[in-house]
């Protein structure tokens, strides 16, 4: 089954609680979600950076597909780690707010 890897799980405080600050259910359609960096990880920190590359094991160029959202160095540094681990097809969801929906747009490295 395919997976959509979201760069950056960003959440939002609400009533002393953590939710998700975006509804990404739409994306569903393309795969499980799967959070790379967590809300609180940090890109910069080595810890975080080795859980985020054990998160993209898995990672597919043919199935699977990137949902860039939060931190612009989150969404960085997974398209870093994912050319680290040589992959040649990244699948980009791209939100269309106009047609408020995803279109998928292809980066061939």
Known sequence: M????VTHNRM??????LIPALDLRPAEQFGSLSAVFDHEMDPSLDADLSLARAR???YDDEQDYILPTGSPLATF?????LHERGATLI???EWDRFALKYHVRTVQL
């Not at 939002?12 to 609680?17: G, L, S, V, W």
């Open 2 to 5: 395919s997976r959509v890897y």
């Open 56 to 58: 993209l094991r898995d």
């Open 91 to 93: 699948q980009v969801l």
């Open 77 to 81: 540094t997974v398209g870093m780690l």
């Open 12 to 17: 939002r405080k609400r009533d002393n609680a």
